[in-house]
């Protein structure tokens, strides 16, 4: 199947600094790509929706000010939580779909972040 | 809106067979996924049906009625590293197509 590389896979960093987590497909160009988030034991929650050299779409309740995603380019995302707070302190997620590739999205690792 | 049901968890034995359950409420549905996670890893794509029936892809089988709104995966032949949350989701077949999951089911299996 399809790799899409997600890094950092851990992250510490403290209240009120920036974190910038990539996200990139390795082997195909991916046309979308989605960020999401996910809580212990819950669901994944998407946060947003980008599109190559366009802006993102956010999901009803997601801070775009707060988590700024730039897609410049068909093989790299980019989410970067700004000010981060304890409570954004999650699992975030990428994941990539294609052209080409029109049934299942590839998921990145995932980067669980902390926030001290 | 979209609002998708499954169980919260479910425990099944070694070697049995177990399904699990997913209804769901969309606007403009296109296609049912079923995703595996293992605790603190990335989910990775099971199956997908877009059209009513079962199909089958080795020991795990997913079922879609769209008239009805459900969606099964069915497991066969369980072994231990089955154990993880299965995430049912809705989405279309197009790259642009977002994909949206339920709030998934723990599957623990027992000796």
């Known amino acids: 199947g399809a790799v899409v590389s997600q890094h950092p896979s851990r992250v510490i960093c403290k209240s009120g600094t920036s974190v910038k987590i990539e996200c990139r497909s390795l082997?195909?160009?991916?046309?979308?790509m989605f960020w999401y988030r996910q809580f212990p034991k819950q669901s994944l929650m998407l946060m947003a929706t980008?599109?190559?050299?366009?802006?993102?779409?956010?999901e009803q309740g997601v801070e775009k000010d707060k988590f700024l995603i730039n897609h410049a380019s068909l093989t790299l995302s980019t989410l970067t939580v700004t000010s981060a707070h304890p409570e954004d302190s999650s699992f975030y997620i990428c994941?990539?779909?294609?052209?080409?590739?029109?049934?299942?999205?590839?998921f990145g690792q995932g980067t669980r972040l902390t926030v001290v | 809106g979209q609002n998708i049901d499954q169980p919260t968890e479910m425990t099944a034995t070694e070697g049995a067979i177990v399904q699990i359950n997913c209804t769901y409420q969309?606007?403009?549905?296109?296609?049912l996924f079923w995703y595996q996670q293992h605790a603190g890893e990335a989910p990775t794509f099971l199956s997908y049906n877009v059209l009513d029936g079962l199909e089958e892809k080795g020991r795990f089988s997913s079922f879609l009625s769209r008239s009805k709104g459900y969606s099964y995966l069915l497991l066969k032949e369980l072994q231990m590293k089955d154990s993880a949350s299965y995430l049912c989701?809705?989405?279309?077949?197009?790259?642009?197509?977002?994909?949206?999951f339920g709030s998934g089911t723990r599957l623990s299996i027992r000796p």
């Open positions: 980008s599109n190559e050299g366009s802006k993102a779409t956010y």
């Open positions: 969309t606007s403009g549905f296109n296609g």
């Open positions: 082997d195909f160009q991916a046309t979308t």
């Open positions: 989701a809705s989405g279309g077949y197009s790259s642009a197509s977002k994909i949206i």
């Open positions: 994941s990539a779909r294609g052209e080409g590739r029109v049934t299942e999205a590839f």
